[in-house]
């Protein structure tokens, strides 16, 4: 019995002697914990690196490094400069690309382990050096080939060989209670054990396949994408796509302003309406009615408007033309007399003046009676600008005091505000529209009246007034002498989430970029204050923020 048990026991060491051979010996092996930048799984093996003034980074792209440099604080491409490389084969200068990139020969690429790097870089009259570490493209995807075994595969190698080991024992013990050979068993599991092994160790063969796959997930790996901790990575390639722009926050007093609702109205002093005195029936001038948009000067004849007469008014002009034409032949024949009396003295020359007189008088009532039936109102442009508005048709009735035509002058146009305080910008005010254009203004009045328990404050465009009109509504921003500290950056730095939170993106690393959640004000029609969720000193998105927003 001791005997068969001694046996037994040799076998089990024999057994643990060749797990332990064929267990893989360096299940720790390679494990390099130096940190390096987060990037997306599955892109090129890259490195960066940053100062003050520069941030670089550079990928590798088979036997060669694509380099990007930009503006540490503005993430503005850097082109024409010159770029110094020390690298394992000596220093190299970098070439310029047709793209604002720069292309260093890496031939030490194809070597395993980190490569220690120094740039030199010259632009613009400045000189920085800048060290970076890249790890080469053959040992970031040799743990991902098949004649490597990755730290799953390991852990279930050591898996199965314990469960084949258990099973090697409870033979070993079974044989034993038997009183049995153990030796014939011990052998067959042990050849089992190493037809395993032997598997393991050749199947797999298609590392040419598996190596494409690798070569596939890498060149997926260089687009934007969100990452598992919710940093943002955006390849510097992407980045002058959406042509991202950053700038560093600085804390700063501004002053507080008033944000008001608002719409354009035309300056009452270059601004007119043309009407009809009198109601009557409209014709065009010789040139046509003026169309919309037609500039005209003041004092142009724009229409005519032709007053009705009715049947019981034409009879009483009839009437009267005749007693007018009746007094007429009397004071004629009158005259006549006189004038043949007056040289002989028989009448005084004052009675024919008087008798001439008023032949003259009862001429002119005959014909204004005649002109009235005949001519119409002019209607004419009381100040010079262009037809804002006017529908005037041949032919159309038109009431008295209706409005035919609205002349604007567009190169003057004001603003009206509703306030619901009483405001007196003494630092001027802006208007932003709904598309992002910002007007200056100045400040003309505030009325005293209330208008839908508003008050009403008029500013005057200044500048370039290019696509505004007349009635259309837009934000005025009027400073006030109320100061509020913050920092002040562009309106497209905000993102606004579907909770309605606002949030900038920080600039964390040459390619991350980190939302942060902020409470902001109103400062200006270009700005806003970030009262709170952003420190000072850091990089904030100032144009491209939306797009950003959209990466998944």
């Known amino acids: 019995m001791l005997s068969y048990f001694g046996r037994a026991l040799r076998a089990l060491a024999a057994v643990a002697a060749l797990c332990a051979a064929i267990a893989p010996a360096s299940a720790h092996e390679g494990h390099d914990h130096g940190e390096q930048p987060a990037v997306s799984a599955g892109a090129l093996p890259r490195g960066e690196a940053d100062s003050n003034a520069f941030e670089i980074v550079a990928v590798a792209r088979g036997d060669h490094l ?38 260093l020969p890496a031939p030490w690429l194809a070597k395993n382990g980190r490569t220690e790097l120094i740039f030199t870089v010259t632009a613009g009259g400045a000189a920085d050096i ?208 006189y004038e043949q009396l007056a040289p002989s003295g028989a009448i005084s020359r004052t009675q024919l003046e008087d008798t001439r007189l008023e032949l003259e008088g009862l001429r002119e009532r005959r014909a204004s009676i005649e002109k009235s039936r005949r001519e119409p109102e002019p209607l004419i442009a009381p100040v010079a600008g262009v037809i804002a508005e006017g529908s005037a048709v041949a032919g159309q009735i038109v009431q008295p005091s209706s409005v035919v035509f609205n002349i604007i002058d567009p190169a003057r146009l004001w603003v009206e505000a509703l306030s619901f305080e009483t405001v007196e910008p003494s630092q001027g005010a802006r208007a932003s529209t709904y598309t992002g254009r910002n007007y200056d203004l100045i400040y003309r009045g505030t009325g005293f009246a209330d208008r839908s328990q508003s008050v009403p404050v008029h500013f005057a465009v200044t500048g370039d007034t290019a696509g505004l009109r007349a009635g259309q509504f837009l934000t005025v921003l009027a400073a006030t002498d109320e100061t509020k500290e913050g920092l002040a950056v562009p309106r497209s730095s905000v993102v606004r989430g579907s909770n309605g939170q606002d949030f900038v993106y920080e600039h964390v690393a040459p390619e991350r970029f980190v939302a942060r959640s902020v409470r902001t004000e109103p400062l200006d029609g270009d700005r806003v204050l970030i009262v709170s969720g952003f420190s000072p000193g850091k990089r904030v998105v100032s144009q491209g923020a939306d797009l950003l927003d959209h990466v998944r």
């Open 130 to 337: 800048l060290p970076m570490t890249i790890q080469t493209a053959r040992e970031t995807a040799q743990s991902a080939l098949p004649g490597q075994a990755t730290h799953g595969e390991r852990i279930g190698q050591t898996s199965i060989l314990l469960a084949l080991g258990g099973l090697v024992a409870g033979a070993l013990l079974t044989a034993v209670a038997l009183r049995g050979r153990p030796a014939a068993a011990t052998i067959a599991i042990l050849a089992a054990l190493t037809g395993v092994r032997e598997t393991k160790a050749h199947e797999g063969h298609g590392h040419e396949e598996d190596k494409a796959q690798v070569a596939i997930s890498a060149v997926s790996g260089e687009r934007a994408q969100r990452l598992p901790d919710g940093t943002v990575f955006v390849p510097k390639t992407v980045q002058r796509i959406f042509a991202l722009r950053t700038l560093v926050a600085e804390q700063a007093k501004h002053r507080k302003v008033t944000e008001l609702p608002g719409r354009i109205i035309p300056d009452p002093n270059a601004s007119g309406y043309v009407q009809s005195a009198v109601g009557g029936r409209l014709s065009a001038p010789p040139e046509g009615f003026p169309r919309l948009g037609t500039r005209v000067k003041q004092g142009d004849i724009l229409g005519y408007v032709t007053p009705p007469i009715q049947a019981i008014d034409i009879s009483d002009m009839r009437q009267r033309q005749g007693e007018l034409d009746q007094q007429i032949s009397i004071v004629e024949r009158r005259f006549a007399r």
């Open 66 to 103: 694509e380099i990007h440099l930009d503006r540490f604080a503005t993430n503005e491409p850097v082109t024409g400069a010159v770029l110094e490389v020390e690298t394992p084969d000596g220093s190299v200068k970098a070439t310029e690309n047709t793209d604002g990139t720069y292309r």
